[in-house]
Structures are given as C-alpha cells and as structure tokens.
C-alpha cells in the first residue's frame, strides 16, 4: 500500500514536471529577472508602520486592471504633493498597530485584554492624526479648489480614518493605561472601591506580620524577621523546632526541612478578606473588559475600524511610495491602455508600441548605488505581538525586517540625486506603429540593461510608481502601455535545467516555445502583452540562430503588443530595418547602443533607426586583447564578410578575389614564419636545459662523495673517543674498587642494555632487575635468581642450557634453587638461575 501511494506521488511529481507553465507563472518568472523583488524592497524601506511593510510584503502588489493602476499612480501623485507640503511626518503614524487580529478575536466572542485595548486605543489615535494631517492639506491651501482636486486622490484613500470613533478611544484610555494595558482604578466606582479596600487589608496585613516576624527573630524562633508567600497567602518562615511558639496554621516547609512556613493565627481573616477582594478584583476587571470589547466592536462588529486600520496600511504604503519617488527624483507618467474610463487604448493609434516613451529613463536598480542610504522600514508597531487568536500572529517576526538602518524616527529629508548623474540616462522612446523593436550594438553597450529598464518601468507604472524619467518638458508626455503579462527570456539570468540534461541553448528554446504558446493562447495578449527576448536564436550555429530569431520575433510580434529583443545578427538588423520589404517587416523599427569609435568604449545611449555593429574586435582591443591576435581576427573577419557577399569598408569589388588570395598568402607565410621560429627557440632552450642538468648531475656526485667521506671520518672519530675514554672511566673505577661486590656492580653496570648476569657469573640474554641482577619481573630472557620471578608448576619455561627450548615446570625446589622441567620425553634438573619466562 505504502509503496502504491509512493508511485502515485512520483506520478503526480512527473505530471506538474510535465505540465506547461500557465502566463501567469511565466509572468512571475520575468517578475523575478527583471528584479522585482529588488525595486519592491526598496520601496518597503521607506514604510514607516508595520501595516505598511506588510503592504509591500513580499512584493508590491499589481494593478489588476488599467483602472486601478491608474488610480494607484494619482494617490502616488497627491501623496508626493502632500509629503512636500509636510503632511503626513512619520509622528503622525506613532502608536500605529495592526489590531485586525484583535477585532476579529472580539467579533468571535473573546475579551480582549488590557494590552489589546491599548494597542487599539493608540492605534486609533494615529488615525486621527493621519487624517488631520491630509485634512489640513485644502484648509491650508490658498486654492481650495485646486487644492482639492490635487489632493482628491489621497483624500478618497484615507477616508476610512474619519470615520474612526474618537469617543471609544477616550473610554478606553479613562479604562486602560496606554501604553501597558492595566486596568485603572477610574475604570468604575466597584473597581475604586475593591481596590481601596484590599490596599487597607494588605496594610493591616503587613503590619501584623511585620510585628510578629521581628519577635520571632529576636527570641531566635527565625532565621531573620521576613514575611514571605504560600498558597498566595502572607505568612512567616520559622525554625522547624519553633513552630508552636506562634499559632496559627503551617502552609509549608522548605525543601531542607528546617524552615517552617506559618500563618499567624491574625492573619487568617485577612488573608481570607484578600483572597475576596482579588477574586472580586478579577471579575470586575472582566466585565470592564467585556464591555470596552463590545463598545470596540460597535454596531458594525468592527468593520469600520477594520476598514480604517486597512486605510492606515494603504497610506503608509503610498507615501513610501511618495517617499521613494522623491529619493529617485522620478517623475509621474501616463499610463496607456484604457486607462481614460472609454475603454480604448489611449496610444498612438497604432495599437502598438508607440505609447512607449520614456526620455532620459534610468534603471532605479543602478540609481540606488549613487543615492542615499535606504531606510529601515515598518519600524512602527514592529515588537508588537498578537499571538492567541488562533495562531493568528501578525508582529513577532517583523524586529529585523527592513533594508536599512535608519531608525531615528525624525522625518526623512528629501534626498539629493546630484550624484545619480553617474548613471546615463537613456531614451527609450519607441515610433508610433510599432510592435517589434531589435537593439543591437557592442557587447558591454548595455543591450539588456535597457531591456531590463523597460520591463521594470512596465512593472512599476502598473504598481503606481513614478519612473526615473527626465522631467519639465523633456518627460512631460512620458507614457508607457499597461500591461497585464510581460514574458521575458533574458540570458544572463537563464538557469539551465542540468537534471533534465538541457543545454544552454535547448534551455532558452524551451523558453521561447513557452512564450509563444502563452501569447498566443492569452486573447488579451495583443494589448496588455510584452515580450522581452535577450538574443534569440544564441548558442548554435549563427545561420540557423538568425533563421530562428527572425521566425521567433515575426511569430511573437503578431501575437504581443510589443516585441524588444536584442540581438547581434543581421538577419535581425534587416528585420527591423525594412518597410515590408527586402526581408523586413511592417512596424519594426531598430535602435543601436552608441560606441564611441575615439575612446573605443560604449556611451550606453539609444540611437533609434540605426542598427549597430557589435564591435567586439575594437572592444577586445581596448580590453587589452594581444595586438596579433587582434589583427588576425579582423583579417579573417573581413574575408569572412567578403565569402558572405558584404562588402568592407576597404573593398573595391572588383579586386575582392585578389585582395583575398594576397590575404591568404601572407597570411600562410606568416604562420609558417612563426612556427619555424617557434621550433628554433624550443631546440635552444632544450640544448640549454640539457647542458644544465649535466652539469648539475656532476655537481651533485661530487657534493655527495664529499659527504660521505665527511660523515665517516666524523664516525670513526666518535668512536675512538668515546673508547678511550670508556677505558680511562673503568680504569678509574676498578682502581678505587675495594671489595668484590663492588667491583661486581660495576661489571654489572657496564654491561650493555639486554644483558645480565647469572648465577655463575657468566654474561647472558635479559633486563637487570632493581638489584642489579637479572629480573625477577619476568620479561624474555630473565633469570629465577631467588630475588625475583619463580616459575610455578605447570608453566612453560625457556631453559638456555637446552639451547633456548620450551619445557614444562614439574616441579620447584626453592631450597635448592632447581626446578625439575620436562622437554619431550627427557625429564631434568635445572637451576632456577638458567631457565626464563616465555615472552
């Protein structure tokens, strides 16, 4: 069974692997390429409440329509006129908690705690500053009209906030300290009165104790006067030995045994009247609870206040928004696509990409390492915490969440982009009728830079963002189409399915089938559909790459409303370059990456109706690329070209064959030049290494043979020495012997390591023992000598008067100094001192 339902997931594994991917998963994809997750999080940063984090979490959000798209854009757009105006300062969001999980506890049934209303309470209160601030924004403008339709937007967002119920805030903070959440004593005449009266027992209760314990510890019946709690009664520790000395009743001991815990007899009505009021205490805190939780909830279960917590979350978020323009110095621009509520496209009239216009744009991506340092985001209500409603939790895991670490809560000022001049503006501004765009140029010239940059303006117009354009009248018609799917296929950051054994280029053909299928399935796909193709038809043979990057951009622009890929091929150049005939195609139009040909570098500027060469051998010369390499490459280039039918700059035509067989020639000539002087220098250096390892070989014998002959005659002198002055040591020694045992124990000492003596003197095999004798501890070798090792019966003994043989012990005689042993079949007597252990 268990094995089946293995099988059936491994099934399941191979469908979804099999499955195509919808245009929505492929849209996410592109999202990720083009780094969407990288420009959200840098509005994310700006936040200044956790509502606001989570809004932008864990990307910005869509629009899913032209219309709400639009609306997005103009709440942006109010809301940048509102922050330059000083409305709307981080202060004005201070308190600001996400409560929604509190309200939709209540609306359950449960009673919120003391904590829980404070938190609202506050929350509540940053509402109506929020609102007060984008309130005083008509009253304090001159304009009233005008001020109101500018600020008309962020009005109609924050409008939830008014409805926000001031007279439920004030109860709760008469009931709930704010911050903290304890219940007051103002919270009702009962509570007042419980407390008063259980601080008055608690006093009374003390001073009793207080009396009785420093009486028991001056008649040494305590440690120390102490009153300490058991069982949530007061009571005093005493000596265990003590404990009748004081009625009362015994409500513990310690762990030792040797303290006693009591309660006086006094003391039991007051505890007793304690332990009321607290009960008492307690259900009075919770019908205060219960009705601060109903009067929260209101007539509508908490939706408006819902709405208005969502409304303050929605703020935040447009003003980072707001916040984020102003740090990129990006400007508002029209979004086109049915966007004017007739329901057409709102373009050139061609339907095409001609509402693509976006002068002096700049990759946001780039900008943010020439600007200010991003913020931390969400700092507001970020250690709050809403755990217990039914796992619901919504603030613990937000502490560290955020880019920067900006967190002084003081209003940010407006950044400088002066250094941002270090990133070249492009325009990126597509001719009416236009559906298929091919830039090409040298590489390092910023190709898929500018693809990158127009899908992620795509991206941010329909997520209400103001775009890095130029401003004033340079970006005054700045529009771009609304799209609904942007499909991307962009090499450098194509991941290669290894497991499945694709190569690089099987990778992006799959890729570009999946596109294709996916325009074309999608109806909508001609209006509100991008594609954006890093060189099609790249990693194969480039005649038939060319054959299929034109194919795939025909096929791909008559499905998508707009086509921009890159490219190096011709094909492609030609392609885009024509009018319908020749090979090109109706509204297709070229744009070339500038090269500087005096610096020999890119200027990363769009030139439109122009197709660029790709350069690479002047680029490769100014990377520093070997001169003759260089030069050799370009020759072959050129007669490649001339092969090809296209004419270089320095053909004539009729002499093309000519200049071609000279090329050929000294071409030859010089590879064979370099070849013979390439194996000339390899014979010298080979006679040279030869020469020098003989005469090496010949050092070295020499230097050995020395050697040799060094360490003997330093050997032989060793030794001479060291003899001579041996005998001049025994010498000296046996003359200052005077009896034998001394003269004995030198001879003994003199022996080398691993010999000893026997009973008979005589010099054999074995280790001394502390005596100076043989061992008695029984290594190999050793001797019985009486003084240490003696054989039992029945062991097996080394007997050396047999030659070193094995022999069985019969029996031991310690008065004579024998042992009887048996070798085969000749049983004999041996003294103790000739017969050893076996190792």
Excluded at 459 to 479: E, S
Excluded at 523 to 538: C, F, I, N, S
Excluded at 575 to 601: I, K, Y
Aim: glycine share 10%; charged share 30%.
């Amino acid at each position: 069974m268990v094995a089946e339902e293995e099988e059936d997931e491994d099934d399941d594994d191979d469908d979804e692997a099999r499955r195509e991917p919808t245009a929505e998963e492929l849209d996410a994809e592109a999202r990720e390429l083009l780094q969407w997750p990288e420009l959200s999080s840098q509005v994310r940063s700006f936040t200044a409440t956790v509502l606001g984090f989570r809004a932008c979490t864990p990307f910005l959000p869509l629009g899913a329509s032209p219309a709400i798209s639009a609306r997005w854009l103009s709440e942006t757009t109010a809301c940048v006129a509102a922050c330059d105006a000083g409305a709307l300062p981080t202060s004005a969001f201070e308190g600001t908690k996400d409560v929604r999980a509190f309200i939709r506890g209540a609306a359950s049934g449960k009673t919120l705690s003391g904590a829980s209303l404070a938190d609202i309470a506050s929350t509540m209160t940053a509402a109506a500053r929020v609102w007060a601030s984008v309130e005083s924004l008509v009253a304090t403008t001159s304009d009233a009209d005008a001020a109101a339709a500018a600020f008309a937007p962020l009005v109609s967002l924050a409008s939830p906030l008014a409805s926000t119920p001031r007279d439920v805030e004030t109860e709760i903070r008469r009931c709930v300290a704010v911050p903290g959440g304890n219940v007051l004593d103002d919270a009702s005449d009962a509570l007042r009165a419980i407390r008063d009266a259980r601080r008055d027992a608690e006093r009374e209760l003390r001073e009793l104790l207080r009396e009785t314990a420093d009486y028991m510890a001056r008649k040494n019946f305590a440690e120390r006067a102490q009153i300490v709690t058991r069982l949530n009664r007061e009571c005093i520790p005493i000596k265990a030995g003590a404990q009748s000395e004081m009625e009362g009743v015994i409500l513990g001991a310690s762990g030792s045994g040797q303290t006693v815990f009591k309660e006086p007899a006094g003391a039991v009505p007051l505890n007793n009247a304690i332990a009321e009021l607290n009960a008492k205490e307690d259900a009075e805190i919770e019908r205060v609870l219960r009705t601060l939780t109903a009067l929260v909830l209101g007539a509508d279960d908490g939706e408006g206040l819902t709405e208005a917590v969502e409304a303050l979350g929605a703020v935040d978020a447009t003003r980072a928004k707001a916040k984020h323009a102003a740090w990129l110095d990006a400007s508002p621009v029209k979004v086109v696509g049915g966007t004017d509520g007739d329901g057409d496209d709102d373009d050139d009239g061609g339907g095409g990409g001609g509402c693509v216009r976006l002068p002096g744009a700049r990759h946001p991506l780039l900008l943010q390492r020439t600007l200010p340092k991003l913020p931390r985001g969400g700092t507001i209500g970020a250690s709050e915490s809403t755990e217990g409603w039914d796992g619901e939790g919504e603030g613990d895991d937000d502490d560290d969440e955020g880019e920067g670490e900006d967190d002084d809560g003081e209003e940010d000022e407006k950044p400088s982009t002066s250094s941002a001049s270090s990133v070249v503006p492009i325009d990126f501004v597509v001719p009416p009728r236009t559906s298929l765009v091919a830039i090409t140029g040298p590489n390092t010239g910023g190709k898929t830079a500018s693809l990158k940059l127009l899908g992620l303006c795509l991206l941010m117009a329909r997520a209400g963002l103001h775009l890095p354009v130029a401003r004033g009248a340079a970006g005054a018609d700045a529009r771009v189409p609304w799209t609904k799917t942007v499909l991307a296929d962009l090499g450098d950051a194509q991941s290669l399915d290894l497991e499945g054994g694709l190569s690089t280029f099987s990778a992006h053909l799959r890729r570009l089938q999946r596109i294709l299928r996916a325009s074309r399935d999608d109806t909508d796909a001609k209006r509100y559909t991008v594609v954006l193709l890093d060189e099609p038809g790249g990693g194969t043979d480039p005649a038939e790459g060319a054959a299929l990057a034109s194919a795939v951009l025909r096929a791909s622009a008559d499905a998508c409303r707009l086509v921009v890929a890159t490219s190096h091929y011709d094909e492609v150049k030609a392609l885009a370059g024509g009018d319908g005939g020749d090979g090109g195609m109706v509204g297709a139009a070229n744009a070339a990456v500038e090269f500087d040909a005096a610096t020999l570098r890119p200027t990363y500027r769009l030139l439109w109706g122009a197709s660029g060469e790709s350069n690479a051998l002047a680029i490769a010369r100014g990377l520093g690329l070997d001169a003759g390499v260089a030069d050799r490459a370009e020759k072959r280039w050129r007669r490649q070209r001339r092969a090809a039918g296209l004419r270089g700059d320095d053909d004539d035509g009729a002499g093309a064959a000519t200049v071609t067989a000279v090329d050929d020639v000294s071409e030859l000539a010089s590879a064979l030049e370099r070849e013979r002087a390439s194996q000339e220098e390899r014979a010298a250096s080979a006679a040279a290494a030869l020469t020098r390892a003989e005469a090496l070989h010949d050092d070295v014998f020499l230097r050995g043979a020395k050697h040799l002959r060094l360490r003997e005659e330093i050997c032989v002198e060793t030794a001479e020495r060291r003899g001579v002055e041996a005998m001049r040591d025994a010498e000296t020694t046996l003359a200052l012997a005077e009896t034998r045992e001394e003269l004995e124990a030198f001879a003994s000492e003199a022996l080398p390591r691993g010999w000893t003596f026997d009973a008979r003197g005589e010099a054999v095999p074995g280790e001394k023992n502390r005596d100076g004798g043989g061992d008695g501890d029984g290594d190999a070798g050793d001797g019985a000598d009486g003084r240490g090792w003696t054989p039992k019966v029945g062991s097996v003994v080394i007997v050396r008067r047999l030659g070193g043989a094995e022999a069985e012990v019969l029996d031991v005689d310690e008065g004579a100094r024998e042992v009887l042993v048996k070798f085969g079949s000749i049983t004999t007597r041996v003294l103790l001192a000739e017969v050893s252990r076996v190792a």
